[in-house]
């Protein structure tokens, strides 16, 4: 089975910190991506990357990096952590498909909260 | 652009009922449609795909959603709903954005609760 794995469940941190968040997955996929989801605003995608060292921004790409060093390794960065980034964040991976037929497999997620 | 609605925020049925969960989707060409679960706390489960061909497609858990092109929807359903099925259900389409690139976009999901 695939795993996708992030590093912690549950955070917290303060306003202003630089935060990470890491994601591996095991199975070898080149694409991976990264999700905030909040209550009534369902997913929205921040970042993904199609291979080492690629990313491109997603819908709501303001006030968060990426990094891509390792081909099962992606990284969520917050350059400088605000209130209104509390929220739950889904890492998912998936196998390259150019007719995007396969589908994705996601992480337990990380429970932010910036205070 | 490429969208997808799910209209209702919250379904409410009773174990042993048929249960069905809309969605509606908009894109450019061939749709490729997608059901994940999610229950709490916890990341999102695969469910079943559309891709091409049966326009009912099997997944998981006994779950089955139809694909109908000309109302442009894809709902899941159930022929018997069991209490351990009450979680939040995404819909979703897939995005092609590059050659090499691709990502899923979500509806808001609806929450599932089935009754005893």
């Known amino acids: 089975d695939v795993k996708v794995t992030q590093s912690s469940r549950y955070l917290v941190k303060r306003t202003g910190e630089k935060v990470f968040l890491e994601c591996v997955q095991d199975m070898d996929h080149e694409n991976m991506f990264w999700y905030r989801q909040d209550p009534g605003l369902g997913l929205r995608l921040i970042y993904f990357?199609?291979?080492?060292?690629?990313?491109e921004k997603g819908d709501i790409p303001e006030g968060y990096s990426v990094s891509r060093e390792k081909k099962e390794r992606f990284s969520l960065i917050l350059e400088s952590a605000s209130t209104n980034q509390t929220s739950m964040y889904l890492c998912?991976?998936?196998?390259?498909?150019?007719?995007?037929?396969?589908?994705?497999?996601f992480g337990q997620g990380t429970r932010l909260t910036v205070v | 652009a490429q969208s997808v609605a799910q209209p209702e925020d919250q379904v409410n049925v009773a174990e042993g009922n048929p249960l069905t969960v809309k969605c509606t989707y908009s894109v450019s060409g061939n749709p490729y449609l997608f059901w994940y679960v999610q229950y709490p706390n916890r990341g999102l489960q695969f469910l079943l795909k559309?891709?091409?061909?049966?326009?009912l497609v099997k997944g998981s858990y006994g779950f089955e959603a139809e694909f109908n092109k000309s109302q442009t929807s894809f709902h899941l359903k159930k022929p018997s709903a069991l209490v351990s099925d009450s979680a939040l259900y995404f819909c979703?389409?897939?995005?092609?954005?590059?050659?090499?690139?691709?990502?899923?976009?979500f509806g808001k999901g609806t929450t599932l609760s089935v009754s005893s």
């Open positions: 559309y891709i091409t061909g049966d326009n």
């Open positions: 979703a389409v897939r995005l092609l954005a590059n050659q090499a690139g691709t990502a899923l976009i």
């Open positions: 998912a991976s998936t196998r390259p498909s150019l007719r995007g037929n396969t589908e994705a497999f």
């Open positions: 990357s199609y291979d080492v060292k690629m990313k």
